[in-house]
């Protein structure tokens, strides 16, 4: 069966970086997109952004264009998200996504990143 | 940027059927998409493309998309349905693919 496993939270001051992992298994990684979405506390859900592990192009929501950057290992079936110069307000849950077209048929279970000074 | 608006919350009772609205401007040109959240839970697909249903969902669950407004509709309610419901379309305006999630709206079974 799919299974997206994340890597674990992380706690990082203001202007600092993180990176998440999203390790895919039980399909051919290369055959689907992959979506990064985030949710902030209590709040709804925001698209940031797809990478195509097949190829490595990316699509980023302009929101976070400059900031993050979407990259894939092959080798290991991992996707990566890099977000730069965190804010308080990029605390969330980030979750790594296969998409299914346009929908995302199968999700990780999340990664909390804090953001505090 | 593509905006789309859902009621913050609807209110049902067990064995009821609740419907969930999506707006947006010509919505009927886009695929909708529908997810289930269930607090401290990653976000389950439960209606992609309008109205398709992903294997083990029930088809209690449908969903609807005209003009302005796409709708997801639970029918004969149950206790575990309560959850946030949130709407998702992709759009390519020229650019690669982008998408937009509509604000969620909170599904309390009374």
């Known amino acids: 069966q799919v299974q997206l496993v994340q890597s674990g939270g992380e706690v990082r001051k203001p202007g600092a970086s993180v990176k998440v992992s999203c390790k895919a298994s039980g399909y051919t990684f290369t055959a ?6 985030r949710q902030a506390p ?19 929501a302009q929101q976070f264009q400059g900031r993050v950057t ?16 965190l804010r308080s307000d990029d605390t969330a849950v980030y979750y790594c996504a296969r998409a299914k077209y346009d929908s995302s048929d199968s999700w990780g279970e999340g990664t909390l990143i804090t953001v505090s000074s | 940027s593509y905006v789309l608006t859902q009621p913050p919350s ?13 707006g947006g401007i010509k919505i009927v040109t886009y ?3 529908w997810y289930q959240q269930k607090p401290g839970q990653a976000p389950v697909l439960v209606i992609y493309d309008d109205n398709d249903r ?6 209690r669950f449908s969903g609807s998309n005209s003009g302005d407004t796409a709708t997801l509709t ?34 309390t079974v009374l």
């Open chain 1, 32 to 37: 689907y997109y992959m979506h990064w979405v």
């Open chain 1, 42 to 60: 209590g709040q709804g859900l925001e698209w940031m952004g797809w990478i195509n592990p097949h190829s490595g192009d990316t699509n980023y």
């Open chain 1, 70 to 85: 979407m990259t894939r290992d092959t080798s290991v079936s991992t996707v990566y998200m890099e977000l730069n110069s």
């Open chain 2, 10 to 22: 609807v209110s049902v009772a067990p064995g009821e059927t609740v419907r969930v609205t999506c």
């Open chain 2, 31 to 33: 695929h909708v998409h």
């Open chain 2, 54 to 59: 992903p294997s083990g969902i029930p088809e």
């Open chain 2, 74 to 107: 639970i029918d004969r309610v149950e206790a575990g349905d309560e959850a946030d419901y949130y709407c998702q379309v992709g759009i390519s305006t020229g650019n690669p693919r982008n998408h937009f999630f509509g604000p969620g709206t909170k599904v």
